[in-house]
């Protein structure tokens, strides 16, 4: 099955920088990757995604890149604000399946002022 | 619009009892799925169902089971708890296999 891994597992960055997570998925044939935002004790949030047949996408201060020959996808985000502080999931699906998930284990992104 | 709601929002239970969680999707959607999301750890994949269909299941065992249905709310059960069972029930719907979005979910503390 499908195995995403997800680093770093912390990540603590100044406001107004930039931060990046990465994640790797092993099973070539996954083509949809969301990311989401999970403030503590509430529901993940769709941020961003991407399917298989785009290398980029951005949203205002949000982008995910993606390279599928390596099988990397990275979730980019500027000018962090203290908001940003949340724990952050890449995931993976299948076409035809994409309601099957497989996460990667985290970011916890802590914006300091 | 009302989002994803589930129920109960916390429950409280003892090993080898049975509990029952809801879930009532996005009106208009029509796949609901089920994930475990231990303390530290991302959202695994449980249950998927369309159509009143189960379509996915994940690496659990026997002892979970779910339902969908005709109004496309669901209920995934979990017989004979144990310790390890504790943990955060989200319930996410979409439409068919698009976006999915996840209710607050369910908080299920087993002693």
């Known amino acids: 099955g499908e195995n995403v891994e997800q680093h770093p597992s912390t990540l603590s960055v100044q406001e107004g920088d930039s931060a990046v997570i990465k994640c790797t998925y092993s099973d070539s044939a996954s083509n949809y990757f969301p990311w989401y935002k999970q403030e503590l004790g509430k529901r993940p949030q769709l941020i961003i995604d991407i399917r298989s047949n785009v290398g980029e996408k951005k949203d205002q201060r949000i982008a995910v890149t993606l390279n599928k020959t390596a099988k990397h996808f990275s979730l980019h985000i500027t000018e962090t604000q203290p908001e940003d502080s949340a724990v952050y999931f890449c995931?993976?699906?299948?076409?035809?399946?994409?309601?099957?998930?497989?996460f990667g284990t985290g970011t916890r992104l802590q914006v300091t002022l | 619009d009302a989002g994803v709601t589930q129920s109960p929002t916390h429950l409280i239970k003892t090993r080898g009892q049975h509990v029952t969680l809801r879930c009532s999707p996005i009106s208009g959607h029509k796949s609901v799925s089920w994930y475990q999301q231990v303390l530290g750890q991302g959202p695994q994949f449980i249950f998927q169902y369309y159509e009143k269909e189960e379509r996915g299941r994940g690496n659990f065992p026997d002892r979970f089971s779910a339902r969908q249905f005709p109004n496309y709310s669901s209920e995934l059960n979990v017989n004979a708890l144990l310790l390890g069972d504790s943990a955060l029930y989200l319930c996410?719907?979409?439409?068919?296999?698009?976006?999915?979005?996840f209710g607050a979910g369910t908080r299920l503390s087993v002693l």
């Open positions: 995931a993976a699906s299948m076409s035809g399946t994409a309601s099957k998930l497989t």
């Open positions: 996410a719907s979409s439409v068919r296999a698009g976006i999915q979005y």
